[in-house]
């Protein structure tokens, strides 16, 4: 049986210990990181989530206590105390905070036993991740786990000061919420008192912050947790956390002004890092053209080129048909690309046309000429004006793709990455913020053939646009932005819509008829019909954010007890069947699904995803 712990007391954490604490009494409880026997004296190193200290037991001392000190594993629960003395010379570990010093074992209570271990403990292992999940317990345990979740609460709370010391009221909103049209999946929850009816997991806290507004709070925050039912990547869970605040008589400098200091804080406070602010800006339609996303990463150069103009009139049949359908020619230089081997150029073609383009065209560049088997179709004024516009310099790689605008952005995209993957560039800098404006408001849903907002559709149009909305949507902008970070996109905002006739008519845009509107949204049109002041506001993804920050590959190491890509919790087993009473009680009768039943569901409205 294990000891009982009694009146013991701790008098120091693991970490706690120094030089000048040397013939000092102290008593420590912890797991056992390692055991070690070296010449008939045992020492165990003790970490708990301080750090390590090390532990002789000593047959000298005590045998009855080397004895016990056998019996002990790697992960037992235990408490010593004894003397503190200085290591022996040339034994110090300059690698740990106590590595000057050591306990001299003089009790021992063995407070709980450990199995085999699944999973090592004291080391990272290579396991897969779906045995790490399924042990997170212990996986928790080691020193990157307990390092990640320690920021992560250190980086909430500077978070919070920061919002307190800006006149900021952190408000709750509710979990159970209404079911509305915001883009993914909601989960449901089936209500037991009112059968038929269900609740839905907020996928963001959007309706509740705008009546927050009305209501009068003017400056609100919350670090809560939003839940969507989405297909899942290393940057999304389904059920994640983010830092959401909204403003009221505020525009959209007021919150890029905000953010930037609170991430110079969060940043200083929590890394010791300079953030540099303000973050530069950039257009949706300059992203797109320069980096085929709307979320660059721009630490890498090789920014895409638009270079119709350049090649028109060229006898190069491929170009000119695209150019003639209107379609356009991207053109990325490659510092450096003409030493690219056949293989490797040969490698970047099937790349490209597996993500979407019909070919790749290019040509190296030497000191006076171009070189390539197109060349011949290019006139030398072409030639000079390509590498005029392209800046091309000898030694270059030039490579081209040619289709519609539409199609051809995101291959840029791709393209590019796929570039600065290949030719192993290293970033400029290490982290790179970047706000991205001036979306546009809606886009086309070429299944649902109608408009659906880019963003959401509670966000504000630009003044100049709202003259458009009834006739040319394509072209109305949204007061909208997003905080990119490396290339990932970690918060998006907008000015929102607080007047409630133009609310209607950006729904009717969407093909929302005023009866489901006055279903979805009639408490938010309400509140708006009673005084609600301009108001504006972002989400930043605070798992999302932290992943970044620490370097880590997946928001699931910076989140204690993540879901794994199927959305199941591996310690726990859930999602997992209900007992039939449960289902009995909220009137829940299972049917069994079709084969086809995963197929993604039109939306009846046709106006969301």
Known sequence: MPDALGDWERTHDCCALRAEHVGAEARLMGWVNRRRDHGGVIFVDLRDRWGLTQVVFDPRVDAALFAAAERLRNEFVIAVGGKVRRRPPGQENPKL????????AAELKTLSASDTLPIYVNEEGDEDERVRLRYRYLDLRRERMQRNLAFRSRAAKAVRDFMDSEGFLEIDTPVLAKSTPEGARDFLVPSRLLKGAFYALPQSPQLFKQVLMASGFERYYQIVKCYRDEDLRADRQPEHTQIDLEMSFAREEHVFTLVERLIRELFAKTLGVEARTPFPRMSFAEAALKYGTDKPDGRYGLEVMDVTEALTGSEFKVFENVIRLGGRIRGFRVPGGAALSRKDIDDLITFAQKAGAAGLAWMKVKEDSL?????????????????????????????????????????????????????????????????????????????????????????????????????????????????????????SGSVRIHLPELQKKVFGVIGMTEEYASDQFGFLLEAFRYGAPPHCGIALGFDRLLMLMLDEPSIREVIPFPKTQTGADLMTGAPSPVRPEQLVEVGIRLIERKKDADAPEKNTQGFMR
Do not use: C
């Open 97 to 104: 905070p106590t590595g000057d010093v050591e306990v001299i």
């Open 371 to 491: 070189e390539s088997s197109i060349v011949k179709y290019f006139s030398e004024p072409h030639q000079k004006a390509l590498r005029t516009v392209m800046s091309a310099a000898p030694g270059d790689l030039l490579a081209f793709i040619a289709g519609q605008e539409k199609s051809l952005t995101p291959v840029a995209g791709d393209l590019r990455m796929y570039l600065a993957e290949k030719l192993g560039l290293q970033p400029r800098e290490r982290f790179s913020f970047l706000w991205v404006t001036d979306f546009p408001l809606f886009e086309w849903d070429a299944e649902a053939k109608g408009w659906a907002p880019m963003h959401h559709v509670f966000t504000m149009p630009r003044e100049e646009d709202i003259a458009i909305l009834d006739s040319d949507p394509s072209r109305v902008r949204g007061r909208q932005y997003d905080l990119v970070l490396n290339g990932v996109e970690i918060g």
